[in-house]
C-alpha cells in the first residue's frame, strides 16, 4: 500500500445556485444551496484514500462549526487526522460560489489554512520520514511550502507539487520537487515566463520534472528525455470540478510503478472523475481505473 502525506487546504465551499448574479445592493431568490467538502489538499487526499493509499492529512481548521464536518468526513473515506490542527479564534477555510447561467462568481477566505505552518508539518515529520511520496499544493502559506519542501529533503522523500494556485517560485525550491503538476498558464507564472512561449520549451526550462496536464487532450511528461504525450481518454463529461485533484492523487499513489505508468493512470483516474457531478463525487476507485484501462487496451 502507498503511503502518502497530503500538506495543504482544506475547505468548506458554500455553493448557492441562482438564475442570475444580483446587481449590487440587490436581493434575489436563489433556487438551491449546498455545502460541499473541499480544499485542493482535502480533495486531493480522499481521492487517494479512495485510491488505496494509507494517507495521512496535514491542514488546519477553525474553531467553528465547519471544523467537525470537515473532518470528519476526512476520517470518513480512511484519511488520518491527527495532524489537521484546530486553529483557536479563526475561521475555519470558505469559498463562497454562486452559480448562475453556467457562470460562477467565487469568494475565497483562507482561514485556518493561512495559518498552517512549518511547525505543523514538522510534527507530522514521523509519518514524513515513512511515506512514499508526500503530496502538497499552494493554497497555504509559502513560508510552509518551502518547509515541506526540505524537511522532504532532510528524510529522502520525493514531493509531488501541484502549483495551484500558481506563484513564481523560486528555483532552488522548484529543485527540491521531485515532479511540479501544473497546467500550461500554471507553468509560466511558476517560472516566470511568457505564458504564450510553447509548453514544451517550458517543461524543459523547468530545473525539475514537470508532468503538464492538457485537459482532454491529457498530460504531457518530462524527466531527463524530450517531453512525451499521454493522450487522455474519451469519456462523457459532466462536471470537470476537481478532476485536477484527482490527476495528482492518482500520480502519487501510482508513482512507484514508474512514471509513465502513473502518468497513465492518473489521465484514467481524472477522465472517470468528470463523469459525475461534485469535485468528490466522481473520484474512482482503483477498480473503476482498471477497468477503463482494460476498455482502452480492448478498442
Known amino acids: 500500500m ?53 494517507v495521512h492529512m496535514v491542514g488546519a481548521v477553525g474553531d467553528d462549526g465547519f471544523a467537525h464536518a470537515l473532518c470528519d468526513a476526512l476520517v470518513a473515506e480512511g484519511v ?34 493561512a495559518r498552517l505552518s512549518a511547525a505543523h508539518v514538522n510534527q507530522a515529520r514521523p509519518e514524513i520520514a515513512s511515506a512514499d511520496a508526500i503530496l502538497m499544493q499552494m493554497e ?11 524537511i522532504a529533503q532532510q528524510e529522502r522523500v520525493p514531493v509531488i507539487l501541484n502549483p495551484a494556485p500558481a ?8 529543485k527540491l520537487a521531485r515532479y511540479v503538476t501544473p497546467n500550461q498558464h500554471e507553468l509560466a507564472v511558476l517560472l516566470g515566463a511568457d505564458p504564450s512561449e510553447d509548453f514544451r520549451d517550458l517543461m524543459r526550462q523547468a530545473p525539475c520534472p514537470v508532468v503538464l ?30 478532476a485536477g485533484d484527482t ?14 505508468i502513473a502518468v497513465r493512470k492518473a489521465c484514467a483516474a481524472a477522465a472517470l472523475s468528470v463523469t459525475r457531478m461534485g469535485a468528490r463525487g466522481g473520484m474512482p476507485h482503483p477498480a473503476e481505473v482498471e477497468a477503463l484501462l482494460a476498455r482502452q487496451r480492448n478498442e
Open 247 to 260: 490527476f495528482n492523487a492518482a500520480l502519487a499513489v501510482f508513482l512507484h510503478e514508474g512514471l509513465s
Open 140 to 150: 497555504i502559506p509559502l513560508e510552509t511550502i518551502e518547509a515541506t519542501l526540505r
Open 2 to 54: 502507498t503511503r502518502l502525506v497530503v500538506v495543504g487546504s482544506i475547505n468548506m465551499d458554500l455553493v448557492t445556485v441562482a438564475q442570475r448574479f444580483p446587481a449590487s445592493g440587490e436581493t434575489l431568490l436563489g433556487e438551491r444551496f449546498l455545502s460541499v467538502h473541499g480544499g485542493k489538499g482535502g480533495n486531493q487526499a480522499v481521492a487517494a484514500a479512495r485510491l488505496g493509499a494509507d
Open 213 to 242: 496536464t492538457r485537459g482532454a487532450e491529457g498530460a504531457w511528461f518530462r524527466e531527463e528525455e524530450e517531453p512525451q504525450l499521454q493522450r487522455g481518454f474519451h469519456v462523457e463529461a459532466i462536471d470537470s470540478t476537481g
Open 80 to 113: 488520518h487526522s491527527q495532524h489537521i490542527t484546530r486553529i483557536r479564534d479563526c475561521s475555519s477555510g470558505t469559498a463562497t460560489i454562486t452559480v448562475a447561467g453556467g457562470e460562477n462568481q467565487i469568494i475565497v477566505v483562507p482561514g485556518a489554512n
Open 167 to 174: 506563484q513564481r517560485l523560486p528555483s532552488d525550491w522548484l
